[in-house]
């Protein structure tokens, strides 16, 4: 039983409809709090409007509830069961926001209901922008120049008084940036705040300065009720601030910090935790100027977040079943590791391979939509590849998001001029890092395509790195070196052999390593694999030492989620 024996019956919200922003991450997050939940023997109550998750399925929960998630209704199935407990963390902004408003009303003190996870507390000073702001200036954590507003008069009166254009709206208590965007005049503004107030539950934006081209950092947080906390991973954006972190290129660990950037931001994110006394798991976000140590706080969830479900699937660290036993009482230090057996979950993970996120859209079916990124989330999916390298794992992520490419050559970007191409660099949209590519192989240098959008010259030159391997398959003899080292950038045999006119002779086939969280400093007993062409093939070695004697079965996956394929 859990250590809390005040908890007998938890209801569990789910995250309700697949949305931007807010889709199969949060079915799994819930999923995996449920299986936590009955494994220590509690009754387990759901509701979910969203049939086509794992978590509705009946083996998950004893009582499944298939209803709008609206407050009346998430009051009367509490007056039905009456659970002793709510777990709002692992529902998304949806059951957070809900959380929140049963709170703020007295239901749950009325139905002696306790908050598990956040207390109202650490929700309102982490999702209200004016009380955000106020506890990190109490912590003495820097914040980009802002203001609090309830009105599109006050916005305008700031922005023209102090912070000038453009200037970043982002409203209270909403999900992937929704509401709001850039501001790069008087009449964008208006729209965009007007929006931002109508779609905030508390009617509330933060008017902002635009810090855009700083780097965009997060960290990946979980602490328990007795302040032990950890960092899970680290993970940057490859676009600059300016773009939702939903519609940027991820990569895990962060590739680009020194060490004195990494740990200045790793122990701002534990000070920020540990000040909103979250527990359980947290998403930190961070803008790093990109020449200098200032950096500012962009924002905390205080939840297991969209990100939270890309940092336990790049560590193997299990975030939303540890997160749920720390909400009923249990500590980092009580928590065996699954993958491992051995260590606690109070051990950081360890990488010794980069994984990349890469974001999938449907402009293709909506013709007319704006293919512009910026503060609001458009991505409909995204794929997750893991690899040795920067380049490996770069080639993997766009074959894997069905693009019908093998390479980061998009035809369309052929018949571009070359001031064509370099005028393309300022254009953000879903292609860009397509763009990036062909201009690099126009001879546009890294340094140039810095200045003008900012993405890091360590992203540009490993882009580079392809390009030249490009131009070596093209003109040189493809001998057994060469070959190997298209195969470790990730490039497939048929690429190869069109782009270089030559048959192999001698094919390398893929050997698969461990993510096994330990970076193989403990025996894994449930890992999981990714492909390289390593000499040692880890995945055999592994099964040579679990033999089980049992018949295997392999499922194939639907692969990328986008609007028709769903968990």
Not at 326 to 350: M, S
Request: aromatic share 8%; with cysteine.
């Amino acid at each position: 039983m859990p250590l809390r024996s005040d908890i007998k019956k938890v209801l569990v919200i789910g995250s309700g409809p697949i949305v931007i922003g807010q889709a199969a991450e949060f079915d799994y997050a819930g999923a995996q709090a449920c299986r936590a939940l009955k494994q220590e023997g509690l009754e387990v109550v759901l509701i979910n409007s969203n049939p086509a998750t794992i978590m509705t399925d009946k083996a998950m929960a004893d009582k499944i509830y298939i209803e709008p998630l609206t407050l009346d209704v998430v009051k009367r199935v509490i007056e039905i069961e009456r659970p002793d407990s709510v777990l709002s963390t692992l529902g998304g902004q949806t059951g957070l926001t809900l959380s929140m408003q049963l709170a703020e009303e007295g239901f749950l003190d009325k139905m002696s209901v306790k908050l598990l996870g956040a207390n109202p507390e650490t929700i309102h000073r982490a999702e209200d922008r004016q009380a955000f702001k106020d506890t990190m200036e109490e912590i003495g954590e820097p914040c980009i120049p802002s203001k609090v507003v309830e009105t599109v008069e006050d916005a305008l009166k700031f922005i023209d008084e102090v912070i000038g254009y453009p200037a970043i709206i982002r409203p209270a208590f909403t999900l992937g940036g929704t509401g709001g965007g850039i501001a790069n005049n008087k009449d964008e503004l208006v729209e965009i705040a007007g929006n931002g107030l109508r779609l905030s539950p508390i009617t509330q934006i933060l008017v902002e300065k635009c810090i855009t081209g700083w780097k965009e950092i997060e960290f990946e947080v979980i602490r328990d009720s007795k302040g032990n906390i950890i960092t899970v991973c680290s993970m940057e954006n490859v676009d600059p601030v300016g773009v939702h972190t939903g519609d940027s290129i991820v990569v895990a660990p962060a590739v680009t910090l020194s060490d004195k950037e990494y740990n200045m931001l790793r122990t701002a994110a534990l000070n920020m935790v540990s000040a909103l006394k979250v527990e359980g798991g947290c998403n930190c976000q961070f803008a790093l100027h990109p020449t200098s140590m200032e950096y500012a706080v962009i924002e905390v969830n205080p939840r297991v977040s969209r990100s939270s479900a890309l940092a336990s699937k790049a560590t193997g660290y299990p975030i939303a079943k540890v997160a749920t036993r720390i909400a009923i009482g249990y500590t980092l230090d009580e928590i065996i590791n699954q993958v491992t057996g051995k260590t606690y979950a109070c051990f950081e993970p360890a990488i010794d391979y980069l994984v990349l996120k890469f974001p999938k859209w449907a402009f293709d079916k909506f013709v007319y939509a704006k293919r512009t990124l910026g503060t609001q989330m458009k991505a409909t999916g995204e794929v997750m590849s893991i690899g040795t390298s920067f380049e490996q794992a770069l080639m993997k992520a766009v074959r894997g998001a069905e693009l019908g490419l093998d390479t980061l050559t998009m035809p369309e970007f052929t018949k571009l001029t070359d001031e064509e191409a370099l005028a393309r660099m300022s254009v953000c949209d879903d292609r860009r890092i397509f763009a990036v590519f062909e201009a690099l192989k126009r001879g546009i240098t890294p340094e140039q395509i810095h200045e003008i959008n900012m993405i890091d010259n360590w992203f540009l030159y490993k882009m580079l790195n392809l390009v030249k391997l490009e131009k070596r398959l093209a003109t040189e003899k493809l001998t057994d070196a060469l070959y190997k080292k298209a195969k470790d950038f990730g490039y497939l045999d048929k690429t190869i052999e069109k782009i270089s006119g030559q048959s192999i002779k001698h094919k390398l086939y893929a050997s698969y390593k461990m993510v096994d969280t330990c970076a193989a400093e403990f025996e894994a007993e449930t890992p999981y694999f990714y492909s390289t062409y390593d000499e040692e093939n880890e995945a055999k070695l592994f099964l040579e030492h679990h033999k089980s004697g049992k018949k295997k079965v392999l499922v194939f996956g639907s692969g990328i989620r986008h609007r028709f394929i769903y968990p």
